[in-house]
């Protein structure tokens, strides 16, 4: 699942930051444990209170940032950590009561099991940061939607899913209207402001699992999986309806109202990835010279 519709460059930043950290707690956490169990010390008494998972520094850390970033919380690699750590602090928990009563040594298999759980929470917290930094490399500096490095690949994954009839997927090319006469008029530091509040209009109103790509300039284009042509044209409408009805605040009171123009198309499993790109391009021309603001589907009559 793609969490790019839904988390800022900002946030994702933040959440790097914030991971970093989550995982330094957790390895101090887990550095004590061990000095308990080896060294007879004193336990931390919230490692042995009811769900010490949530009065851990990381615990705390964990539900604090799942109420306050709730578009961190959809990721599923943050859900996953939960399951990882309350099962960590169970097993924890359970070595350390065995450690204290002194009856009998802590079982191989208990320790296993923790270890293990540890590894794999580790494991979640550096994968879960790798792939935000990955996507912070991925987006265009200015409007933050995704930039054209690794598009083709993308779209190439989905032409796949397609082919093996997994499910149908759209595309659509989106091109501002008379964006030149805005840069003309205002300068390019309006121009800039209207392709970042757009693209921020776009990516709140897509799916989870839609991609939206700076294709170059003020063009765009949307990967829609899971939409067949009636159901992706209809979202394209919406968006078009939407982004016209959106005033724009570019500063010193001035409020520009802005429209797109968009190209409709289904990816074609048997032609190049490429080709459906020409396709949607070539539907979008044809909705610019039919009067802008509107979307239009391709159909062989187009090219």
């Known amino acids: 699942m793609s969490f790019r519709s839904y988390m800022s460059k900002e946030e994702m930043a933040s959440a790097i930051s914030a991971l970093e950290q989550a995982l330094y707690m957790h390895e101090q956490w887990c550095n004590h444990l061990y000095c308990s169990l080896i060294c007879r010390l004193p336990p931390d008494e919230r490692d042995l209170s009811e769900a010490p998972h949530r009065r851990c520094p990381f615990g705390q850390w964990y539900y604090a940032c799942a109420k306050l970033t709730p578009t961190l919380s959809q990721h599923p690699g943050f859900v996953a950590l939960s399951s990882e750590h309350e099962q960590l602090h169970r097993i924890g928990a359970h070595m350390l009561i065995t450690s204290q009563v002194g009856t009998e040594p802590i079982s191989v298999r208990d320790y296993d099991s923790f270890v293990n759980a540890m590894s794999r929470m580790r494991g979640e917290i550096i994968d879960l940061r ?7 490399t991925n987006l265009d500096p200015l409007t933050a939607a995704t930039s054209r490095i690794g598009m083709l690949t993308k779209l190439r994954t989905e032409q796949q899913m397609v082919k093996r009839d997994l499910h149908p997927c759209t595309i659509a090319m989106m091109d501002l209207d008379l964006f030149k006469d805005v840069n003309d008029r205002y300068g390019h530091q309006v121009g800039d402001i209207v392709l970042t509040e757009t693209v921020r209009y776009v990516m709140t109103h897509l799916r989870p699992y839609d991609e939206f790509f700076r294709y170059g300039g003020e063009e765009f284009l949307r990967c829609a999986p899971g939409t067949d042509m009636e159901t992706g044209y209809d979202a394209v409408e919406r968006l078009c309806e939407g982004l016209a009805a959106t005033p724009i605040d570019v500063g010193e009171g001035q409020v520009l109202r802005m429209t797109a123009s968009f190209g409709v ?23 610019k010279a039919s009067g802008r603001n509107q979307a239009r589907i391709w159909a062989p009559s187009i090219a």
Not at 130 to 136: G, I, N, Q, T
Not at 269 to 285: G, K, M, N
Request: aromatic share 6%; no cysteine; net charge negative.
């Open 130 to 136: 790798h792939e935000f930094e990955e996507a912070l």
């Open 265 to 287: 198309t289904l990816l074609d499993p048997d032609v190049p990835v490429e080709e459906s790109i020409t396709r949607a391009d070539q539907a979008l021309y044809k909705a």
